[in-house]
DNA sequence: TTGCGTCTGTCGTCTGGACGACAAAGGAAG
DNA sequence: CTTCCTTTGTCGTCCAGACGACAGACGCAA
């Protein structure tokens, strides 16, 4: 059966708050590029002229310290756009790369911006996003400044699993697919710490673990990790 | 001389990128409060129904870890729009408190939105604007994820000195308007990091520091203390 | 089936910086 | 002018967690 162009099942928390009509208009501006696991979709050296809206895949935005040490700030799925937060400098701030094979529109910023005029309520899901994005952002910012390992672990767990963050097909297992670098690179920590946390919240029955991949079994017990001290 | 409604100088990041017939309409929305230095202007538990307008004053906007121990996300200056990351929930996500007497018009979130319709182009300053606070929360993450303190500390003071954040009324000498307290609660770090810090960057002559005040003298000296080793 | 690369699990050493404590200086309020 | 609170500067102790190293398991590609 060939692909489809977009994931089934949900269409994320961009393209699902546009009505059918306007959805559709959009997804003919631009450009769609396809990009294999592993692809670069731009890296910070690159001009910053287009928005994406991410059609099938998953895409992880990252930063890259000094050292080559990786902080992902975030990841993305089918129905979300990004590149956004880019319009008003010349050029990215950050990298994005293809986790999964993936399909994008990429949208140059004047016609996105004269989609926006011409569909004001359109612009007003953006803000929406973009304040939503920048409360998980200071959020991370606060975890990072008071919050141990563990506590961070935790709370990226519940909000990953509370969040529409799936392996895209829809797999029915309810489980995250990150492994423990990647949890490692999103909460700022190294990869060891994050195998020790997982291992105590599997032996206290709060996380069910396999290679690559994390499921959250009992929400309680997960949230009760935060109340006892490390 | 009777205080004029708003500061003198630099409108600030918002109202600046607004023409004048444009800003006024702005104006004429909600209702504008006074807050005294100190007087909270909202806080965490309070329901997000409209977005402010700073006209005169600062503001910061922080979190408060379980312990008490404070995190400053943001400081706002005149002409200045905050209190936009929360119209998707409805609850507010950090809380507000003025550092100066300040004046902020609060714009009911419907009426904001209806201003946004009949004015796109505020639609895009705003998304800009968003879109600027999200790349700066991103390097905020990633220096705390990777950088040490001095590195936070020279960061910080490089991002301010770059920006028009300034204490309210213009003051000729340039000097940021920060105690230690002020910088430790933005970089994450314990006060007495930040004193020491401070202390070899004075040494050094990259900065001049008054009580409750930084200033940078040398901005190649200052760039230069992120390359040495701590 | 085999080989190789990736991922997970464990361990010991080392260090950046948190933190409490204390003293001194500065400034605002009475 | 005095008092008191805030802010700055210094110091010693303690520990969370980074990190390199290594071993074993898993899965993909040939």
């Given at each position: 059966m060939a692909k489809t162009r977009m994931d089934s099942g949900s269409m994320g928390p961009f393209l699902s708050r546009?009505?059918?009509s306007t959805r559709d208009q959009l997804l003919?501006?631009?450009?769609?590029?396809?990009?294999?696991?592993?692809?670069?979709?731009?890296s910070s050296d690159d001009p910053a002229e287009s928005v994406f809206v991410l059609l099938r895949g998953r895409v992880k935005i990252y930063d890259l310290a000094e050292e080559g040490k990786e902080l992902i700030l975030w990841f993305f799925?089918?129905?979300?756009?990004?590149?956004?937060?880019?319009m008003t400098d010349t050029q990215r701030g950050a990298n994005a790369r293809a986790c999964d094979a993936s399909l994008a529109l990429s949208i140059p910023r004047e016609r996105f911006r004269d989609f926006l005029e011409?569909?004001?309520?359109v612009s007003?899901?953006?803000?929406?996003?973009?304040?939503?994005?920048?409360?998980?952002?200071?959020?991370?910012?606060?975890?990072?400044?008071?919050?141990?390992?563990?506590?961070?672990?935790v709370k990226l767990l519940q909000r990953l699993d509370a969040?529409?963050?799936?392996?895209?097909?829809g797999a029915s297992d309810n489980s995250l697919p990150l492994t423990h670098q990647?949890?490692?690179?999103?909460?700022?920590?190294?990869?060891?710490?994050?195998t020790e946390t997982l291992g105590m919240l599997?032996?206290?029955g709060a996380i069910e673990c396999e290679r690559q991949c994390v499921r959250v079994i009992d929400a309680d017990r997960l949230r009760a990790a935060l109340q006892s001290p490390p």
């Open positions: 546009l009505k059918n003919t501006l631009g450009s769609e590029h396809s990009f294999l696991k592993g692809d670069s979709v731009f799925q089918s129905g979300d756009l990004f590149g956004i937060a880019d011409h569909h004001p309520e007003w899901v953006v803000i929406e996003l973009l304040g939503r994005r920048l409360r998980t952002l200071g959020d991370v910012v606060q975890n990072l400044a008071t919050t141990c390992v563990t506590g961070r672990v969040s529409s963050f799936r392996r895209p097909g990647d949890i490692a690179d999103m909460i700022g920590c190294c990869r060891q710490s994050v599997k032996r206290t």
